[in-house]
């Protein structure tokens, strides 16, 4: 029992060292954690790699061939169920 009290209270005195990113970003202030938000965005932006131009063309076409399918599905859905409107309702 010993020594899980003394690991509780040696957790509790870590606890306020700064070590974890919660307790920095509490201490912060409003304009402290908008620029660690900006820091962190223009970080993540300098990962992104941009694709080439063959891979923007089959994505384009994979995005246009996909738009064309779901486009052909509703029409022939909504032909359908106009259909049936008619037919049920005498129209």
């Known amino acids: 029992m010993s020594e899980s009290a003394g690991a509780a209270a040696a957790g509790a005195e870590g606890a306020g060292d700064g070590s974890r990113p919660a307790d920095r ?3 912060r202030g409003l304009f402290g954690r908008i620029a ?3 820091r962190q965005v223009f970080a993540e932006l300098k ?3 941009r694709p080439t131009r063959s891979e923007l063309i089959t994505y384009t076409t994979v995005v246009l061939v996909f738009v064309a399918v779901v486009m052909a599905f509703v029409t022939v859905i909504d032909l359908g169920i106009g259909l049936a ?3 049920i309702f005498g129209g």
Request: hydrophobic share 50%.
């Open 25 to 27: 970003s509490s201490r």
């Open 36 to 38: 660690l938000f900006v």
């Open 47 to 49: 990962k992104v790699v």
């Open 85 to 87: 409107t008619g037919w």
